[in-house]
């Protein structure tokens, strides 16, 4: 977390009462938010509420132990994340502690209570190239100069919004390139503001934009269901929920890993250690497909487990999202996964019943609602204040209790988000993943990412999918008659419906999150899979027309291969389906 | 330590009391009634006026006039090797009528949460005998996998098998001497009858020297089944990273563990979450399930196996729901699978274990390993599908592709399944079963297996066979 240098440690107040993560005080001077230290370990807790002379506090660590008549400190400050280089391959709590140096400082693999640590490194210099010259006039927001952060990002180091108004210049009087702390003043400018590296900003506040714009780019994730039917933009918000065992952690791990973003801010919000440990033993090990460098380079994690702080889980996605606005700021396309933000609310309801609030639905806070539209609104594409645009896209996993998607936190996510990829237990059972189904699924970004994919990938792109839909619906239709009466009283024409569909779903849109190959489908490649299933489609109609019988036409030798084009190497798919779809056509003429 | 005699108020397990002297938030206190037994409890509560405490031991007995005494600690597991071999009650107090335990160090039964940056990643592959579990929902060191079962359902000896079988091969081929794990039973408002089961397994097995039991038994007080499951944790983690056991701890009943946290909160008034269950229960139970797993550069394991029976069979109910969401995967028993007499009665399609992608494969178990156990996941659900279809049809109406399935979703419960609980199947014989069914598909169903395996080792005659049949 951050380390404010400049506040003044204000009047101390009292411990009164201590009921797990919940204090209250007595006589503490504090504003709302304001971050406090709690007890004789100092343990580390927001304002949450004022109430005569009593403040009532959260508590960010454990509080076995504290007792009334502890001491309370305040510091003055909300809380608030240092933004900086350091940020990128990074793994944080949820309040902005590295967890390494945690472990270093605590000595033990077990988290500890009572210690802190800057969330960046204030050792460390980095080497500043400046991109202004003295005498130019900056405004806030703008760059004055990079440092390299990692082998893929450029570190922005850009005049803090605090130190001019808006609409405000300023020229530059000194800037020196050279190797700097990040406190260290690199620019100075004639207001008598230096520009650090380093930047304070409170998490529950997002940071200025001029404008929030409409994306219409999308975010491709290497994932065929989801760029094939039901895109994101970049820019863009979407839910996963799904009931446990259904792959949302898998889902978000792959987009982590695959979307074409600049940078990537995971959350494993309230989740399993052991994944969080998976993600740390991966990720540098795992070339980005864009640029090749390791995907730890691109990535900021934030992990708080579900066995450590409940208060610390609830500032977790504010501290994540005012990474990625940082970010955004340079001109970068962040993408963030918040896994999951069912945890979240929980953490929220777990608060305010502490606070023996009067509880909305079943047991939540009755601004449930307000928090989570206030969370995804900070997504979007923006034209920054310093001219660039930059996007943050918002995918939040929501773990409905039971699988019900009429829970509160489902449905209040619903009505704010613009994609919906609906997981799916029966999908799960038999192994078919990514288990998202494809009939609840929705994306409102397909029209306005329409023209991009046909401008990019292919012209007929809207046609081949719409196909792709009918013939998926019209399948979802048949398998009812066919679980009455079986698939053999069907009439030819249905028969081959249902084999179509069948390639469809198990060729195009099930897709191994375990390959090497087939973990990562270019949207080409998308594209020609779906391709080489409709010129089977098209040939076997006519085939069928002919008169030929409709288990001549599935038996082809040529078929089942439809089935290998995923795990076909990227740079041999194009050659496989070419041959695969000569093959097809030819072996379905010889019949007639 | 000051002494109090100002009880205001006693409701259930929860007793108020005025303090004049600040207490910590869980701190232990012990009460002493009129006739001078001492009960124990923990500060769930405290201001600067008066604490709530909550009793483990129940509340009958104690009056306004009984005193209270803070001990100034928070609750503390006496811990040494020689525990191995014991029979604590669930207070962790010794009940085998054996020597007192002459404790090492004290541990804080609260653990602290491990730092995800210093765990270790899961990957060594565990095998329990049972095909369902090794070929389809593979366990390994340091996961956390539930037995999710119901009433009347056979789960204590599924337990007690995996108990009696767990190694690990690669270590036995490696270092000669096959490693067994340590097993810390946490038993939490089980009857005497299943206690002595566990027991007279253990006793005869001999695997009681390598073990610690907790007992706390159905007629024991209700609110001692919140801490039994921390000292047995407690004991796995001081043996796993102070003398590197690799520990399975097995809990059963988690159901009855969280009935003891609903009736805490309905004592205290709290506003209750679904079915009446606390609304921390998720944070509660994430602070036991988590504290399973590996620590880098540490020799030792905590392996959990937390059995609970849902009511009538609901898996949406939400003691398995939170803990489904916790724990890494669960493996299933089924009541229509047990009354066909399948033994072990595991549902191997609802089930799932979520590390079982890095435990399998080359080097750890065989290469093809991940492609049989989703082939035959696929052709299982294939052929269970047709069995609707057939109630309706018959079987003359299906197709033969139809029937192929639903004679291979027969003979996968009869013969990959239902191994009895006495047989221990290696790896390869799992998977040798699993190509033996694999081979009744014809070649070009079998879609998920790579080429190479497929060659290697489907038998392509046996599906003749079925077909001439």
């Known amino acids: ?592 | 330590m000051k002494e109090y005699q100002t009880i205001t108020e006693i409701s259930g397990p929860l007793v108020f009391v005025e303090a004049d002297e600040p207490i910590g938030y869980d701190e232990i206190v012990e009460i002493e009634t009129g006739d001078g037994t001492i009960r124990r409890g923990q500060v769930l509560d405290t201001t600067s006026d008066h604490v709530a405490i909550q009793v483990f031991e129940g509340t009958t007995g104690i009056d306004r006039d009984s005193s209270v005494t803070f001990l100034g600690e928070t609750m503390k597991m006496p811990v040494t090797e020689d525990l191995l071999g014991r029979v604590l009650d669930g207070s962790g107090n010794p009940i085998d009528g054996g020597p007192d335990i002459v404790p090492d160090e004290r541990r804080d039964i609260v653990g602290e949460a491990i730092n995800p940056y210093s765990r270790e990643y899961p990957e060594e592959f565990i095998q329990t005998g049972v095909s369902a579990i090794d070929g389809m929902n593979t366990l390994v060191r340091g996961q956390k996998l539930p037995i999710f079962s119901a009433s009347g359902l056979p789960h204590n000896d599924l337990a007690l098998q995996i108990a009696r079988q767990a190694t690990v091969p690669e270590e036995e081929t490696a270092g000669g001497e096959a490693s067994e794990f340590a097993v810390i039973f946490g038993a939490m408002g089980i009857t005497a009858e299943e206690a002595n089961e566990f027991m007279d397994d253990f006793e005869r097995t001999g695997a009681l020297e390598r073990s610690v039991v907790f007992m706390n038994l159905a007629d024991d007080p209700a609110v001692e089944r919140t801490i039994t499951p921390r000292l047995a944790l407690t004991t796995a983690e001081y043996l796993a990273f102070e003398h590197g056991y690799h520990t399975l701890v097995i809990l059963t009943d988690m159901t009855n563990y969280c009935e003891a946290l609903r009736e805490i909160g309905a004592a205290r008034e709290e506003v209750p979450g679904r079915r009446g269950y606390p609304g921390y229960m998720y944070t509660d139970l994430a602070s036991i399930y988590e504290r399973a797993g590996r620590i880098k550069g540490q020799e030792g394991s905590i392996t959990q196996m937390p059995i609970l029976t849902m009511p009538s069979e609901d898996i949406t109910h939400p003691i398995p729901d939170l803990t489904g969401y916790i724990t890494e995967g669960q493996i299933l028993i089924d009541s229509g699978l047990n009354s066909q007499g399948v033994v072990p009665p595991v549902n191997v399609s609802p089930s799932l274990s979520r590390l079982m992608d890095d435990g399998i494969g080359e080097g750890l178990t065989r290469g093809d390993h991940g492609g049989v156990s989703d082939q035959l996941f696929y052709a299982y659900a294939e052929g269970k599908d047709k069995r609707d279809l057939v109630n309706i049809v018959g079987r003359e109406a299906l197709s033969e592709r139809d029937n192929r399935f639903l004679d291979f979703a027969d003979r996968f419960e009869e013969e990959f399944v239902d191994q009895g609980s006495n047989t221990n199947r290696s790896i390869e014989e799992t998977l040798s079963i699993g190509w033996d069914l694999l081979s009744m598909l014809p070649r070009e169903e079998l879609n998920r297996v790579d080429e190479e395996y497929i060659d290697e080792y489907y038998q392509g005659e046996a599906a003749e066979e079925v077909a001439a049949d």
């Open chain 1, 1 to 592: 977390m951050s380390q404010a240098t400049d506040t003044t440690v204000r009047e101390d107040g009292v411990i009164e009462s201590v009921s797990g993560p919940v204090v209250q005080a007595r006589d503490l001077d504090a504003k709302m938010n304001d971050v406090v230290y709690v007890g004789e370990e100092g343990l580390m807790g927001e304002v949450i509420e004022i109430e005569g002379n009593i403040t009532t506090i959260q508590v960010y660590e454990e509080t076995s132990g504290v007792a009334p008549g502890e001491p309370v400190e305040g510091t003055g400050a909300p809380l608030s994340v240092d933004l900086g280089p350091g940020m990128l391959d990074s793994i944080y709590d949820g309040v902005q502690r590295p967890l390494d140096v945690l472990e270093e400082k605590m000595g033990s693999a077990f988290l500890d209570r009572g210690v802190d640590a800057p969330g960046i490194d204030l050792e460390r210099t980095w080497e500043f190239t400046p991109e202004v010259g003295a005498g130019d006039e900056v405004g806030r927001g703008d760059v004055v100069g990079s440092v390299p952060e990692t082998a893929s990002i450029d570190h922005k180091v850009m005049v803090p919004p605090g130190a001019l108004e808006e609409g405000e210049t300023a020229e530059v009087v000194e800037v020196e390139s050279g190797n700097f702390a990040v406190d260290e003043t690199v620019a100075e400018l004639d207001n008598g503001a230096e520009v650090t590296m380093r930047q304070e900003w409170p998490v529950r506040e997002a940071r200025p934009t001029v404008d929030k714009q409409t994306p219409t780019e999308p975010l491709t994730s290497g994932q065929r269901i989801l760029d094939g039917l039901f895109p994101l933009a970049k820019g863009g918000t979407a839910a996963i929920p799904g009931p446990f065992g259904s792959g949302k952690t898998v889902t978000q791990q792959s987009l982590a890993k695959f979307a074409d973003a600049d940078i990537v801010v995971y959350i494993g919000c309230g989740e399993r250690g052991n994944e969080m440990t998976e993600v740390i033993d991966d990720f540098p090990e795992l070339p980005d497909p864009q640029t090749g460098n390791p995907l730890m380079d691109r990535t900021c994690l934030i992990a708080n487990t579900s066995n450590m702080p409940v208060a610390a889980r609830e500032s977790c996605v504010y501290t994540g999202i005012t990474i990625a606005e940082f970010y955004r700021d340079m001109g970068y396309d962040v993408a963030l996964m918040a896994d999951s933000t069912s945890r979240w609310a929980e953490a929220m309801r777990e608060i305010s019943s502490r606070l023996e609030e009067m509880p909305g639905e079943e047991g939540y806070p009755a601004y449930l609602a307000a928090r989570l539209s206030e969370f995804y609104e900070r997504a979007g594409y923006f034209e920054n204040v310093n001219g660039s645009e930059g996007s943050i896209s918002v995918i939040g996993a929501v773990s409905p209790p039971g699988g019900d998607f009429s829970e509160p936190v489902t449905q209040n996510t619903l009505r704010i988000v613009k994609t919906f990829w609906a997981l799916d237990s029966d999908l799960a059972d038999r192994r078919h993943f990514p288990a998202i189904n494809w009939n609840d699924s929705y994306s409102l970004y397909r029209d306005q990412l329409d023209p991009w994919f046909t401008d990019n990938v292919a012209d007929d792109w809207t046609d081949q999918r719409q196909w792709a839909i009918d013939t998926l619906d019209e399948d979802d239709e048949l398998q009812e008659i066919v679980q009455l009466v079986g698939k053999d009283s069907l009439p030819e024409d249905q028969q081959l419906t249902l084999e179509v569909a069948r390639y469809i779903k198990e060729a195009w849109l099930q897709q191994n999150a375990l390959h090497e190959v087939d973990r990562y489908c270019p949207p080409e490649k998308t594209y020609r899979i779906l391709g080489a299933i409709k010129t089977f489609d098209d040939e076997a109609s006519d085939a069928l027309d002919a008169g030929v019988p409709v288990d001549e036409i599935t038996d082809i030798e040529a078929l089942p291969r439809l089935n290998r084009i995923g795990t076909t190497p990227d740079d041999e798919a194009d050659e496989f389906v070419d041959e695969l779809e000569e093959d097809i056509t030819e072996q379905l003429r010889t019949l007639y």
